[in-house]
């Protein structure tokens, strides 16, 4: 199995970040700094140890879903105290969040120790379909809407195309469905800023064929069978040597 493989299915972090520990001497193996990309181990003989603490290789893999609320951020720890999605899952065994929902960003969010089917999921390249309900300030007019879809130039990279569908008007405002397969850091609301719409609320409703299933605000549970086989067969088209 290849180093940076091992790494990212033991939660250590994604592939790439695993290949940047690699590189900086900060991975032994069996003793020795392996510093060399491309690395192969055997997983059920050698010893891989991180900044010198053992790392074995997870077998028992968790799957978790959450309703994020908000006022939670999308990461194990915070340096400025705030409150985290881990805490709102207390398990024994570590797990991490599957991307991240911003802060005043609610909804669906996967947890997981399986960084192997992590690091699909979040390859940009996959383009997993992420499904967002979107409350914007005020109505949206067509050609926005229409400009919207194509795809817009945004920080100088343009968007990719996504779905948009008004699903009713709450007090003459847009509540939208939106479907994208990009991920950038506060994409959606950037979008509807470039054309003078602001979000009022964000709440991801779906990311791949894993929906919320009646979950309620700050409510966790374990995938099912049935979802978790869903899910690596929805990925299974981009598995890795």
Not at 7 to 26: H, N, P, V, Y
Not at 31 to 60: C, H
Request: with cysteine; net charge positive.
């Amino acid at each position: 199995m290849r180093l940076n493989k091992y790494l990212a299915s033991a939660g250590i972090a994604s592939r790439r970040k695993c290949d940047d520990l690699i590189t900086a001497g900060r991975i032994k193996v069996n003793g020795k700094i392996v510093s060399e990309l491309g690395s192969r181990i055997d997983e059920t003989a050698d010893e891989i140890r991180y900044d010198d603490r053992i790392i074995r290789f997870e077998k028992q893999y968790k799957y978790i879903l959450l309703n994020k609320p908000t006022g939670y951020v999308s990461t194990v720890k915070d340096e400025f105290r705030r409150p985290t999605v881990v805490d709102l899952v207390p398990l024994e065994d570590r797990v991490f969040p599957v991307g991240r929902l911003d802060y005043d960003t609610s909804g669906l969010l996967l947890l997981t120790n399986d960084g192997q089917l992590t690091n699909l999921l979040l390859h940009p390249k996959y383009k997993v379909e992420k499904i967002y309900h979107v409350l914007l300030d005020k109505l949206i007019k067509p050609v926005a809407r229409y400009h919207l879809e194509q795809g817009i130039e945004l920080e100088g990279q343009r968007t990719g195309p996504c779905k948009i569908e008004q699903i009713r008007v709450i007090d003459n405002c847009s509540l939208l469905e939106v479907r994208i397969r990009e991920g950038r850091n506060r994409q959606i609301r950037k979008m509807f800023d470039a054309y003078g719409y602001r979000v009022e609320s964000l709440d991801r409703i779906g990311f791949g064929p894993i929906t919320l299933s009646g979950l309620r605000r700050g409510e966790w549970r374990p995938l099912t069978r049935f979802e978790i086989e869903k899910l690596k067969e929805y990925m299974s088209r981009y598995d890795q040597d």
